[in-house]
């Protein structure tokens, strides 16, 4: 079995318990949050934080893993989606729709990140001044998830 492979088996478990171990120390740091979220059920938490993990793991994909081992990746991780949550594959492609018309927009990676994430806790569109955390929590995303699938494959492009 590939170093790839036991990575994408263990993504599922890893996002949920980051998830648990993250939301004290984010709202420590970024108390804005706790302000926005002061009752956030913490399935809301639960769910979205694990749908952008997955959602960063797959946008770096193509620049992490060989061609060949992207499918069955896709296979491995979208399955443990599945059975995890009945509503975790239509958010993911609600974030991958987000993020790639922010992007379309010029927006960078880790606002739009943020963006999606904010807007799906709240329920509601963030206010401007909300919106100050979109970065810091964007960063926070993909920082914790870029070496996600290990080592750049020679075949995986730049």
């Keep these: 079995m590939s170093q790839q492979v036991d990575q994408a088996q263990l993504l599922l478990p890893a996002a949920q318990k980051l998830a648990a171990?993250?939301?004290g120390p984010l709202k420590e740091q970024y108390p804005e949050l706790a302000?926005?979220?002061?009752?956030?059920?913490?399935e809301r938490w639960q769910f979205f934080f694990v749908v952008t993990s997955v959602?960063?793991?797959?946008?770096?994909?193509p620049a992490r893993l060989a061609a060949t081992q992207q499918d069955e990746v896709c296979r491995i991780v979208a399955a443990a989606l599945a059975a995890w949550h009945p509503q975790a594959?239509?958010?993911?492609?609600?974030?991958?729709?987000?993020?790639?018309?922010?992007?379309?927009q010029e927006v960078e990676l880790p606002a739009?990140?943020?963006t999606w994430l904010l807007w799906n806790l709240k329920q509601a569109k963030p206010t401007v001044s909300e919106?100050?955390?979109?970065?810091?929590?964007?960063?926070f995303f993909?920082?914790?998830?870029?070496?996600?699938?290990?080592?750049?494959c020679p075949e995986a492009g730049p």
């Design 55 to 61: 959602g960063i793991t797959f946008l770096l994909a």
């Design 89 to 104: 594959h239509d958010a993911l492609q609600d974030f991958f729709t987000f993020i790639h018309q922010r992007l379309e």
């Design 21 to 23: 171990a993250a939301l």
């Design 131 to 139: 919106l100050e955390l979109a970065w810091p929590l964007g960063l």
């Design 112 to 114: 739009a990140i943020g």
């Design 35 to 42: 302000v926005m979220l002061p009752e956030m059920p913490a």
């Design 142 to 152: 993909l920082h914790s998830f870029k070496d996600w699938w290990d080592l750049a």
